[in-house]
Nanobody
C-alpha cells in the first residue's frame, strides 16, 4: 500500500554530518506525522524525532541541538540532518509515517526498511 524508502546512511567520522532522506509512495490519501527512529545492536528501537504535517517537531533529548527534521510535503519526503555525530549515534535508522490511505479510514503507521549509520574513526 505505502512504501517508505530511506537513503543517505553510511560511515562517518565522529563530529561529522549526514543527511537522511525518506520518500513515501503508494496509496496515500493524507500524509500525517512522519518521523525517524533508530535501533542500535541489542537495544530497543527508540524515537529520534517526529514532525507533523504542519512542521512542528519534537526530538529525543539525546539528539536535540544536533539533529534537525524537516519535510517537503509536495515531494512526500522527510529529512534528517545529523550534525556533530557521535559513536553512540551508530544505529539503523528507520523512517516512519502515519498515513491515511483512503478517506474515512483510520490512518496506519508504515515503516521503511532502515538505513545504517555508523559513526567511527
Amino acid at each position: 500500500q505505502v512504501q517508505l524508502v530511506e537513503s543517505g546512511g553510511g560511515l562517518v567520522q565522529p563530529g561529522g554530518s549526514l543527511r537522511l532522506s525518506c520518500v513515501a509512495s503508494g496509496r496515500i490519501y493524507r500524509l500525517n506525522d512522519m518521523g525517524w527512529y533508530r535501533q542500535a545492536p541489542e537495544k530497543e528501537r527508540e524515537l529520534v524525532g517526529r514532525i507533523t504535517s504542519s512542521g512542528s517537531t519534537n526530538y529525543a533529548d539525546s539528539v536535540k541541538d544536533r539533529f534537525t527534521i524537516s519535510r517537503d510535503n509536495a515531494r512526500k519526503t522527510v529529512y534528517l540532518e545529523m550534525n556533530s555525530l557521535k559513536p553512540e549515534d551508530t544505529a539503523v535508522y528507520y523512517c516512519n509515517a502515519n498515513v491515511a490511505t483512503t478517506w474515512g479510514l483510520r490512518p496506519s503507521d508504515f515503516w521503511g526498511q532502515g538505513t545504517q549509520v555508523t559513526v567511527s574513526s
